[in-house]
């Protein structure tokens, strides 16, 4: 069985310093089974040259794009790159990570060889009607200065790009006969879009240092710390964050919200909503309790949900959230925006709380909540690090993979019919 991934990852040895990394996790336990032949295309290198860079037994190119044409087509280089490389590997099935990546359409060609399979990763389309959510309109002009006039990138501008790509997801859906999706809300967003392909469900897996690490419940944690991830677009609700913490204050001066994730710069040269951040905690009188812990990695990302007294995620809209699942999984009591797939991922008041998007008064009550009771804190600790277990299996997650591929593959060959087969 050879499977070829097109992703946004070049895997290797160099350790990944961000949340929600997993396919290189799922990519290295599939390389275990020996009836699998493992391989992936990249154009998220920096290579300026078409690049073989073998990892493990995982055969692997980096092919760089230099521009996308109005067709959705990637530029006639990489067009012909990627078709010798494709050749040369022979897939039986061609694994498209995310509608985001910039190959895109290339895969679907007809003279794109072995079964295309759409995974979802992201669902473009639900993106830009929530990117300005939370912000007023003054705001949103506020995150724009002579940097973002002299680039044309500003969140006026990404929610135009977000648009363009949701019309080209839209697309590839409606060319995919296999569709995988790792949760329900996924699903409902995109089946309308294809009620012909044939759909099937899994789950991420976790980096080990998330399976191994120790559990919160076993730390004291006498200092009162938030830690999230919700750096990036707008659409993270870092915003909603910094609004719910000057509440938060107002009860624990010495509160600190560590923020994990690169920022880039923070001066006048720094990316516009970022600065504006920065603007608004100054004037809600938060900016000192914010600690910037930058890109870090599994361990630093362990090490701080040890320590945290609350894991916070007030996104908008996540398609499953690996974040949550990785606060989960070390037992950090959450408080989590009902949006997108999350609800999917914990049972309010049981596993975590949820609050209404973009509702900054009831995070902050949520929030002292778990703060002012460690009792009520350990039980949802304890109720998660449950479910997680439950959820998060490398074993299981792998071997549904593998299972995926055999039944596409047998599908094409009209051995089976995977209607009547649901992977979970």
Not at 76 to 96: L, M, S, T, W, Y
Not at 299 to 310: D, G, M, P, Y
Request: proline content about 4%; glycine content about 4%; charged content about 20%.
């Amino acid at each position: 069985m050879r499977i070829l991934w097109v992703s946004l990852r070049l895997f290797s040895d160099k350790e990944e310093k961000q949340s929600a990394v997993w396919l290189k996790s799922l990519a290295l336990r599939l390389t275990e089974i020996s009836e699998l032949k493992l391989a992936n295309i990249s154009s998220g290198s920096g290579k300026k040259v078409t690049t073989q860079c073998d990892y493990k037994n995982i055969s692997q190119w980096a092919i760089p794009v230099k521009r996308i044409k109005r067709n959705g087509l990637p530029d006639d280089f990489a067009c012909n790159e990627f078709r010798k490389v494709v050749a040369g590997f022979a897939p039986d099935i061609v694994q498209i990570w995310g509608s985001e990546n910039p190959f895109q359409l290339l895969p679907f060609q007809p003279y794109i060889p072995g079964v295309k399979v759409m995974t979802m990763q992201g669902v473009m389309a639900s993106i830009h009607p929530v990117l300005f959510n939370g912000l007023t309109f003054k705001e949103l002009l506020s995150t724009i200065s002579l940097r973002e006039i002299l680039t044309q990138r500003n969140l006026f501008t990404i929610r135009k790009s977000f648009r363009r790509d949701a019309v080209r997801e839209e697309l590839m859906i409606k060319m995919s006969q296999f569709i995988i999706t790792q949760s329900e809300w996924t699903d409902s967003q995109i089946r309308h879009l294809n009620t012909n392909a044939l759909y099937f469900r899994t789950d991420r897996v976790l980096r080990d240092e998330f399976y191994s690490c120790r559990k919160w419940t076993e730390f004291e944690h006498r200092k009162p710390v938030i830690y999230s991830a919700a750096i990036g677009y707008s659409l993270k609700g870092l915003h909603v964050l910094i609004k719910a913490l000057s509440i938060v204050k107002k009860s624990i001066p010495e509160i600190e919200l560590r923020l994990a994730g690169a920022t880039g710069r923070k001066d006048f040269l720094g990316e516009g909503y970022l600065r504006f951040i920065i603007r608004l905690s100054k004037r809600m009188g938060v900016y000192s309790n914010i600690k910037w812990l930058g890109a870090i990695n599994s361990s630093e990302i362990v090490k701080n949900l040890q320590e945290a007294s609350v894991f916070v995620n007030p996104s908008y809209v996540e398609s499953y959230s690996m974040v949550v699942a990785e606060a989960m999984a070390v037992g950090t009591p959450s408080v989590i925006s009902f949006a997108g797939a999350m609800p999917e991922l914990a049972v309010n008041r049981i596993e975590a709380f949820f609050f209404s998007p973009g509702d900054y008064y009831q995070l902050a009550y949520y929030i002292l909540q778990l703060l002012n009771s460690h009792s009520l804190s350990l039980e949802i600790s304890h109720s998660a690090i449950k479910r997680s277990k439950l959820r998060q299996s490398n074993f299981h997650t792998t071997l549904n993979q593998f299972k995926i591929y055999e039944n596409i593959l047998n599908e094409r060959n009209n051995e089976v019919d995977p209607k009547n087969w649901t992977a979970r």
